[in-house]
């Protein structure tokens, strides 16, 4: 099996981003994508560039393009916005993102009419159902194939930043899962899906990897690898899959800016011939249900030496590191939106704070945050 990388330009950028229709005045979620969709198709019936299809009906997606920046590539993501809400205002139809809806049941919601999701919903069945979730990917751009999974692997020992930061779903089928990230421990039940194999250390292992998952019929296309942290050959890029769903631009530009710092960071080590931090995958597992469960107080593993920090402070040190590259990046500002996250406590937080000033049980006051959030760009104050 010989998997072709067609290489992008060093740190270019691009980023995806998954919409939930919420009912403006119930806060439930609307089985309108297709409507959405057929509005904005081009002429000639073909898909449009940045508005794309998911799995269930109640979601659509927006792409960047192919950007330099975490600037340019929110401003790609405004001008689809817009389009959206064109046809979704008059449904009475507003946009709301978090890791899952607060109160959706999953059982109600309809699976988009296309092959390879009936497939996925056969085959994995009770797992496949339930996926009412939705996450942020960044993909940056990667000018040698060989840098691919050396950078992943390095990527993963600050796995559990990126999933605290935006943890975003503690509330499943209207109840308080005690978790930040209910979505991260629900999509890991996929096959496929969940932390890659730290094991996979060349393209070669790649390869054979992919080879024996075509040869059992576990997968029919690469795409059907869904790790958190994936190579994606198709557009020569690392593709970060780890977030939750981000309920606001001004989040959603600080995770992709600290993604998009880190991943040119760990290519110029290795262009300078410097060693990639690496963890232990029984760490690396550790750190994932730590920051899934606790969110913005994880107390996270840093290091192969079991050194421990809280990821807020953590994080004060990566921001500093850092600062340099963002800044020849073009994204300084939007990295310093990291500390505004940990300022007001991460979206579980402040979606907790609002369900325990409400009655209890109801959690459209929770929805209505959300979607306000979207609206302003911002996070805000739930007290």
Same mark, same amino acid.
């Given at each position: ?7 992008? @330009? ?5 980023? $995806?981003?998954? #919409?939930?229709?919420? !009912? ?14 057929? @509005? ?14 998911? #799995? ?19 401003? !790609? ?11 979704t205002d008059p449904l009475r139809v507003e946009l709301m993102c978090a890791g899952t809806h607060p109160f959706g049941h999953w059982g109600n919601q309809r699976v988009t009419?296309?092959?390879?999701? +009936? ?23 990667? $000018? ?10 390095? &990527? ?5 930043? #990126?999933?605290?930061?935006? +943890? ?14 209910? =979505? ?14 730290t094991s996979i250390a060349t393209w070669a292992d790649l390869e054979r990897y992919v080879d024996d998952m075509l040869l059992t019929g576990v997968i029919d296309e690469f795409?059907?690898? =869904?790790?958190? &942290? =994936? ?9 970060? =899959?780890?977030? !939750? ?8 530009? +600080? ?15 290795? !262009? ?49 590191? #850092? ?10 500002? $939007?990295? $310093? ?26 959690? +459209?006051?929770?929805?209505?945050? &959300?979607?306000?959030?979207?609206? @302003? ?7």
């Amino acid at each position: 099996m010989t998997i072709e990388f067609s290489p992008s @330009a060093r740190s270019t950028l691009g980023i $995806e981003w998954e #919409l939930a229709l919420v !009912d403006t005045d119930t806060g439930d979620l609307r089985q309108v994508a297709q409507t959405v969709l057929d @509005a904005v198709a081009p002429a000639d019936g073909s898909q449009h560039p940045t508005i794309r299809q998911e #799995l269930l009906l109640n979601t659509v997606e927006i792409v960047s393009g192919v950007c330099r920046s975490v600037p340019e590539a929110m401003a !790609d993501l405004e001008r689809s916005t817009a389009l959206v809400r064109e046809v979704t205002d008059p449904l009475r139809v507003e946009l709301m993102c978090a890791g899952t809806h607060p109160f959706g049941h999953w059982g109600n919601q309809r699976v988009t009419d296309k092959e390879r999701y +009936a497939t996925l919903i056969d085959r994995t069945q009770w797992w496949g159902r339930q996926m009412l979730i939705y996450g942020v990917h960044v993909h940056v751009g990667i $000018e040698e194939r060989d840098k691919v999974l050396p950078i992943l692997g390095a &990527l993963l020992t600050y796995y559990p930043h #990126l999933l605290s930061l935006s +943890a975003s779903s503690p509330f499943w089928d209207g109840r308080d899962t005690g978790y930040a990230s209910n =979505r991260a421990l629900l999509f890991q039940q996929l096959p496929t899906a969940g932390l890659p194999f730290t094991s996979i250390a060349t393209w070669a292992d790649l390869e054979r990897y992919v080879d024996d998952m075509l040869l059992t019929g576990v997968i029919d296309e690469f795409d059907e690898v =869904r790790w958190d &942290l =994936r190579p994606s050959p198709k557009f020569g890029t690392l593709e970060m =899959r780890i977030c !939750d769903g981000i309920s606001n631009a001004l989040e959603l530009a +600080a995770v992709s800016a600290l993604t998009h710092c880190l991943v040119e960071k760990f290519s110029r080590m290795i !262009d300078a011939g410097e060693e990639l931090p690496r963890i232990s995958p029984w760490f690396l597992a550790e750190n994932k249900w730590r920051s899934a469960r606790y969110g913005m107080e994880a107390i996270i593993i840093l290091d192969e030496a079991g050194n421990e920090e809280i990821v807020t402070d953590s994080l004060e040190a990566v921001l500093a590191d #850092l600062a340099p590259i963002a800044a020849e990046l073009g994204c300084a500002e $939007e990295l $310093e939106g990291v500390r505004e996250i940990v300022r007001t406590g991460g979206s579980a937080a402040r979606q907790r704070t609002i369900a325990a000033a409400s009655a209890p049980g109801d959690l +459209a006051p929770v929805v209505a945050h &959300l979607v306000a959030e979207f609206h @302003a760009g911002r996070p805000l104050d739930p007290r």
